[in-house]
């Protein structure tokens, strides 16, 4: 079952052939699907042939299989995991039933919104990334950015699958706004605010990669453990995916530390000024973008106290982050959970039921996976020698959705009043003048083996590939 | 065959400085051998089997890690936890103080990277290693292989089969004692290609307490059962009476399956394995070399080859096989094979402890059969099968090399093309 039938139009592995409506609807959104990709995927990329991976099974000797090959030609298709015989939804109310093949009538309106705006993020992502091929810091780079684009629009697809498959009309219109929508637009925007933001240079890619699509594996991780089974496969095999977007991201933001802390011993000072002017980026202009991308981030997961995450957890539909690893009940009916609120310029943790705060759970889980990065990056600052350190801000920092959007916080976790903000906002988020200069440091690099001066190279390649190979071949 | 030789492994460690936990490499293990903590993931040695499934999915390229390590003295898991970067490979005299001798560490188990040997000509300044010559990619003709349908990541976490044969192959009497063991699937899927293996999991648990890992053994049989039209496949095994240093000890797997009587039933994993199959298309020939129990795979290619001939339908290239024991006696199938025909199989054995004669290694009958190996390594239809005992990978490759160099080819470029087109395939333990 895990092979990939790639003589259809449409690579994949569920049969689509024996399911001659579903596979025919899907036969038409997929050239609008290209249209869109034409439109609004990768700048100027119509031409290129670049190195990537395709899947051909979802099994591990078959599911990254490299060659040069052009974007708008590339093999998306729909995959899932494999299944599980008799599957039993193992939380919430339906917990030791059978896992739902099809979608449960009273469930249908709330599953279709949980795909319609992880789907959503998919198309999003790649539109907001649009421009960054244009000022690449190297070929390899280069290769990985539209790697993560084709992936992301392979999930796009996943998602496109379970809605003709499983929502009928409903699921048809759903599909076709999800290539209607664009990131940014005013009268049509993206659903999530974090996905109408653009990606304006390569650090916020690399920042974005790494906190935003973090936001991603934990989605899915929720998602896959997820009641309805084809959502459960889907995203299964999505996450495999994901892990390389992660690793674009810490693996460049990491380089540009590493570029950075050189240049602090070459030039025996962390000195902001001289440091910029030797084409670097200075550690507290990275500090902010962390503060900026990782609050920014957190908001996704939804206010921390959440009727509708209840519901979504007793009713099956998502789960918690390795939820099967968990020793409690899985049903969590009569226990709590610690929120933040503010009260009188004080943070305060008040217990609340916690089924009402599964997104403040998924939320704390999140940031312990991204703070543990973060001390990574600390280890190239240690390597080198350097008293110099990195951190993530404090999660009522910078917030506007749920208890804490409002409220004033410094990253160091204090209510700070209205005035000590305003003066002090530049300290802690991104100025228009550091996103100016480090949009001045954006030149396009892309012969083979060469960098942008503010970036390291990698240690490795990709695919045992040596670090200056052809990853892009231009036309 | 020195028993010393496995004492070395090549450790499979991940690269915590490049790996960025994302988990695709526990959650790909087939067999469970990947763990972690807050801090780092971690490979446990005495799990690892080698099958290089975590190695693609892996993003960042941290996984592909080898070192050279006695095995007593391999990184347990709660110490590469605390790493923050990889140890570097110990040196000669370091693994000399651990009892390591340097054609130990010649005799090694393949790392995976592109071999630098291979690709450098100038032999001179680097070990020989044969290993390093073996194919990762199965013939053209292969047939498809189904892998994994049975273990710890699948859907199912083991297939029972029942036991429906258990014979002796090697003489009665013996210290030794080799079973040929014929296993049952029933109704259950379990489609297997020769070359494969499939995992055994022994009830009950180790002396920690732990529940005993699969072990692997090749198949026996061809693709269409043992009894063909049967569910059924056959297993070669030896029964452990003794570690590698001769210290009694008993094998828990291989007494397990040794001592199945026919109607008893046993958990499988698998089937493993999709490169060391066999070329399919008319006119191939294949060379077989093994020892021991590593002869079961080229029992199953041969069986397949002879339904074939028997059938009419195909043209069968030339079979070679050399086949080394220490003595006839030790010799699985001994019987059987020598009632080939000669024009069907062209069998070769080597007794290393014969008391009639000299002590002869598979590669001394390789070389004195020179004047028929060359055509056949310079034929592009020709496939090499290796299986038995680690350390005889090396004595084998190199008579390759020098049988191939003898007839005036270029062993480089030779080597080359048997690696990348998948006619050189190693399987040793």
Redesign the interface.
């Known amino acids: 079952m895990s092979?990939i039938n790639y003589s259809e139009k449409i690579p994949n592995n569920v049969n689509l052939g024996e399911d001659r409506a579903l596979q025919r609807a899907l036969e038409q959104w997929q050239p609008n699907f290209v249209n869109w990709w034409d439109e609004a995927g990768p700048e100027q990329s119509r031409d290129m042939e670049v190195y990537l991976r395709t899947a051909v099974s979802v099994?591990?000797?078959g599911?990254?299989e490299f060659g040069h090959v052009k974007m708008r030609d590339y093999r998306w298709g729909i995959f899932l995991g494999?299944?599980?015989?008799d599957r039993e939804i193992h939380f919430g109310d339906h917990k030791g039933e059978k896992a739902w093949s099809d979608v449960p009538g009273e469930h249908r309106a709330n599953l279709r919104r949980i795909i319609v705006t992880q789907g959503d993020t998919e198309p999003a992502s790649v539109e907001q990334q649009r421009h960054l091929g244009q000022t690449a810091p190297s070929m390899y780079d280069l290769r990985n950015l539209f790697q993560v684009n084709v992936e992301e629009g392979r999930h796009l697809w996943a998602m496109v699958y379970l809605l003709h498959k499983h929502f009928g009309r409903d699921g048809r219109e759903e599909a076709e706004a999800l290539l209607e929508r664009r990131s940014g637009d005013e009268n049509n925007p993206r659903i999530l605010g974090a996905f109408n933001e653009a990606t304006p240079d390569w650090l916020s890619f690399f920042m974005f990669t790494y906190f935003t699509d973090r936001d991603g594996?934990f989605q899915l991780c929720a998602l896959a453990e997820s009641a309805f089974d084809p959502l459960a496969r889907t995203t299964k095999f999505m996450?495999?995916e994901?892990?390389?977007h992660?690793?674009v991201g810490?693996?460049g933001v990491s380089r540009i530390i590493q570029r950075t802390a050189a240049a602090i011993n070459e030039l025996k000072t962390d000195d902001v000024g001289k440091l910029r002017a030797a084409g670097v980026i200075d550690l507290p202009t990275i500090q902010r973008y962390i503060n900026f991308h990782f609050s920014v981030t957190i908001d996704l997961f939804g206010a921390d106290e959440s009727s509708n995450a209840a519901t979504f957890y007793s009713s099956g539909l998502k789960g918690r982050f390795e939820e099967g690893k968990r020793d409690d009940d899985h049903v969590l009916k009569g226990q709590t959970y610690k929120v933040l609120e503010a009260k009188e310029g004080k943070l305060f943790e008040k217990e609340v039921p916690m089924l009402n705060a599964l997104n403040e759970v998924l939320r704390d889980d999140y940031i312990k996976?991204s703070v543990?990065?973060v001390n990574?990056w600390n280890?190239v600052l240690d390597k080198a020698g350097l008293p110099h350190r990195l951190s993530v801000p404090h999660k009522a920092f910078h917030r506007n959705i749920g208890a804490l959007s409002g409220v004033k916080v410094s990253p160091d976790g204090r209510v700070v009043s209205e005035a000590e903000w305003k003066a002090k906002v530049d300290e802690w988020l991104p100025s228009a003048d550091d996103r100016a200069f480090v949009a001045s440091l954006m030149g396009r690099v892309v012969e083979p083996g060469k960098f942008a001066n503010w970036i390291a190279p990698p240690?490795?390649g990709?695919n045992?590939q040596p670090v200056d190979f052809e990853y892009v071949r231009f036309a | 065959m020195g028993a010393s030789d496995s004492a070395v492994i090549k450790q499979h460690l991940i690269d915590p400085?490049?790996c960025?936990?994302?988990?695709?490499c526990e959650?790909?293990c087939?067999v469970g051998a990947i763990t972690h903590d807050?801090r780092n993931y971690v490979v446990d040695a005495s799990r690892c089997n080698l099958c290089m499934?975590?190695i693609?999915?892996c993003?960042?390229?941290s996984i592909?890690n080898w070192r050279n390590m006695p095995r007593v003295i391999a990184y347990p898991v709660a110490e590469q936890m605390l790493w923050?970067e990889l140890p570097p490979e110990l040196t000669p005299l370091q693994l000399a103080d651990a009892g390591v001798s340097a054609d130990a560490m010649a005799a090694q188990t393949p790392p995976v990277?592109?071999p630098a040997s291979a690709a450098q000509p100038d032999a001179g300044a680097v070990v020989f290693r044969g290993a390093d010559y073996g194919a990762s990619v199965p013939p053209w003709s292969a047939a498809?292989a189904y892998?994994?349908l049975y273990g710890p990541k699948?859907?199912?976490k083991s297939v029972t089969a029942t036991v429906t044969g258990n014979v002796r192959v090697t003489e009665v009497g013996r210290e030794y004692d080799t079973h040929h063991i014929v296993l049952d699937f029933g109704a259950m899927p379990f489609p297997v290609l020769e070359g494969q293996s499939i995992g055994i999991v022994p009830p009950g648990h180790d002396a920690h307490g732990r529940v005993h890992h699969p072990r692997q053994y090749s198949i026996a049989s061809p693709r269409n059962g043992e009894r063909p039209g049967y569910n059924n496949l056959s297993l070669t095994i030896k029964r452990v009476l003794a570690d590698h240093q001769g210290r009694p000890v008993r094998g828990a797997a291989s007494n397990y399956m040794c001592d199945l009587k026919v109607g008893d039933t046993v958990q499988v994993t698998g089937p493993f394995g999709?490169s060391f199959l066999m070329p399919n298309h008319p006119r191939s020939n294949i060379v077989m070399i093994c020892t021991g129990t590593g002869s079961a795979p080229m029992r199953a290619m041969t069986e397949w080859r002879r339904r074939l001939r028997a059938s009419a339908k195909f043209e069968g290239g030339k079979l070679m096989l050399f086949f080394g024991a220490r003595t006839q006696q030790e010799l699985p199938y001994f019987g059987p094979l020598q009632n080939l025909p000669r024009d069907f199989i062209d069998t070769n054995f080597a007794f290393s402890r014969a008391t009639d004669g000299p002590r002869r290694y598979v590669q001394d009958v390789m070389r004195e059969r020179a004047a028929d190996l060359a055509p056949l390594l310079a034929d592009h239809n020709t496939f090499i099968y290796v299986c038995g005992l680690k350390s005889m990978e090396e004595g084998v490759v190199l008579a390759l090399r020098d049988v191939a160099r003898d007839a005036g080819q270029d062993w480089e470029s030779l080597a080359v093309r048997f690696q990348s087109q998948g006619r050189l395939h190693l399987e040793t333990y």
């Open positions: 092979a099994d591990p000797q599911w990254a494999p299944g599980t015989a594996k996450l495999t994901e892990a390389h992660m690793f810490e693996s996976d543990a990065g990574r280890k240690v490795m990709i045992r | 400085e490049i960025i936990r994302c988990n695709t959650a790909t087939p807050d499934d975590c693609a999915p993003p960042t390229g592909d923050d990277s592109l498809h892998t994994n699948a859907q199912i999709a």
